[in-house]
């Protein structure tokens, strides 16, 4: 191949590359069925790189430390009538994508800070994504606390990350300021809600979007 043409390619590689930020919470079912429908899209689009990154936001920044009893929160942010209905829409949502939300299960609404320092640790180990599904996973369909010390370092263990590191990090504050500052230079832009996709630091999406929807966007941007 003519050196000419090598260099056509590689620019054309490069311009199929698209940059993705994914402002997300750990708790949020929308960021879930987001983060199913986004991976769906890229299976179908082999011709484009992508570098996909997931950046911290917390729902609710007033959580306590502990939590809070769920049913009693959804009720009271909602109303009981319209907390089945939504939780009837994201359920069906869910199905589509292949999720099973068990809500019967979440006995706690946790404080996802510490959620969001471990997918900033697993990130390290390039185990960013495989985190988020598991914390995902681990929240709406088994029900657990991941807001929970313990239950974070068994998911820890689960990534093959260092737990007596990351033990050590959970009860520190190491992190904790950098995500903080971080979330809110994210509200600094406007983002009130997730999920939100900043694609290529200057097109931003908002709110879950379906497979299709994707692929439209990412074919039209390269």
Known sequence: MPFDSKINNIIKDFDKMINIKVISDTICPWCYIGKKELDNAISLLSEINFSITYKPFQLDPTMPPQGVNRKKYIKRKFGEDTAKEVGLKITEAG????????????????????SHRLIRWAERENKQTEALDL???????????IGDKSILLNLAEKLNLNTQEIKNNL????????????????????????????????????????????VKLFNRIT
């Open 95 to 114: 199905n589509k994508v292949g999720i099973n939300f068990n809500y019967e299960k979440i006995e706690i609404t946790p404080n996802t800070l510490d």
């Open 135 to 145: 914390l995902f996973y681990s929240y709406f369909t088994e029900g657990l606390n």
């Open 171 to 214: 009860d520190s504050e190491i992190d904790r300021k950098e995500i903080e500052l971080e979330e809110w230079s994210y509200r600094d832009l406007g983002i009130a809600g997730v999920p939100t996709y900043i694609i290529n630091e200057d097109l931003i999406v908002t709110g879950s979007q379906s497979s299709d929807t994707f």
